[in-house]
């Protein structure tokens, strides 16, 4: 094989090498084992709520190998899979292998490695698509603004769609909230459970905020 082909393939290693040590320096730690788990949950949970064509236009800005994570058992066929604030913290809890109160802060700690990568803008760009609650919630608390140049001010119909939005997100902090206080015989104890649900009920809000 000529070097030239080997040394491709060692930048593309050195490069998703980079990402990964990025992610696992915004946590704290050295563990790459964790850093790839969340990096591959964000973006396996994101790629699925987009489009098709949504989702090939935000993975043409990945670097190849972090590429292969990304569209690793997707099934453009299927997209978007359009589930809200909840569904996207349970999915992204399984995948990742973290708690499901962790979700929120663990989202936006990789958005803004991510955001740190891509070009200014192109990460909210492919976010912009999104609900208000679940952009929030997967950007964090400090996602800029998106300009859009095509209506000065909100229509009727953006506004009841943001409505919808809030009380979609609202309707699925409740039933966060009121599952960890249900008696579950045999798991953590209770007062455990309800903390946990309450922290992630009140993230959710905090996401859904305009």
């Given at each position: 094989?000529?070097?030239?082909?080997?040394?491709?393939?060692?930048?593309?290693?050195?490069?998703?090498?980079?990402?990964?040590?990025?992610?696992?320096?915004?946590?704290?730690?050295?563990?790459?084992?964790?850093?790839?788990?969340?990096?591959?949950?964000?973006?396996?949970t994101?790629?699925?709520?987009?489009?098709?064509?949504?989702?090939?236009?935000?993975?043409?800005?990945?670097?190849?190998?972090?590429?292969?994570?990304?569209?690793?058992?997707?099934?453009?066929?299927?997209?978007?899979?359009?589930?809200?604030?909840?569904?996207?913290?349970?999915?992204?809890a399984?995948?990742?292998?973290?708690?499901?109160?962790?979700?929120?802060?663990?989202?936006?700690?990789?958005?803004?490695?991510?955001?740190?990568?891509?070009?200014?803008?192109?990460?909210?760009?492919?976010?912009?698509?999104?609900?208000?609650?679940?952009?929030?919630?997967?950007?964090?608390?400090?996602?800029?603004?998106?300009?859009?140049?095509?209506?000065?001010?909100?229509?009727?119909?953006?506004?009841?769609?943001?409505?919808?939005?809030?009380?979609?997100?609202?309707?699925?902090?409740?039933?966060?909230?009121?599952?960890?206080?249900?008696?579950?015989?045999?798991?953590?104890?209770?007062?455990?459970?309800?903390?946990?649900?309450?922290?992630?009920?009140?993230?959710?809000?905090?996401a859904?905020?305009?």
């Amino acid at each position: 094989m000529p070097r030239s082909r080997f040394d491709a393939f060692d930048h593309m290693m050195h490069t998703a090498h980079a990402w990964l040590a990025d992610v696992a320096a915004a946590f704290g730690t050295e563990d790459r084992r964790y850093a790839y788990r969340v990096l591959r949950a964000w973006l396996h949970t994101l790629r699925d709520r987009l489009t098709a064509d949504s989702a090939a236009q935000f993975g043409a800005q990945l670097p190849e190998l972090i590429r292969g994570v990304y569209y690793d058992g997707w099934d453009p066929s299927r997209v978007p899979v359009k589930y809200g604030p909840e569904e996207y913290v349970q999915r992204f809890a399984n995948e990742a292998r973290i708690p499901l109160a962790d979700v929120p802060s663990t989202a936006a700690h990789v958005s803004a490695v991510m955001r740190r990568h891509f070009s200014p803008g192109q990460l909210e760009e492919a976010l912009a698509v999104l609900p208000d609650p679940l952009r929030g919630l997967i950007a964090g608390p400090d996602t800029p603004a998106v300009a859009d140049s095509r209506a000065s001010a909100p229509t009727t119909e953006d506004r009841i769609g943001r409505i919808e939005d809030q009380v979609s997100s609202l309707a699925e902090a409740v039933r966060t909230l009121a599952r960890g206080l249900e008696e579950v015989p045999g798991s953590e104890p209770a007062e455990h459970r309800a903390a946990k649900a309450a922290r992630l009920a009140h993230e959710m809000l905090l996401a859904a905020k305009t």
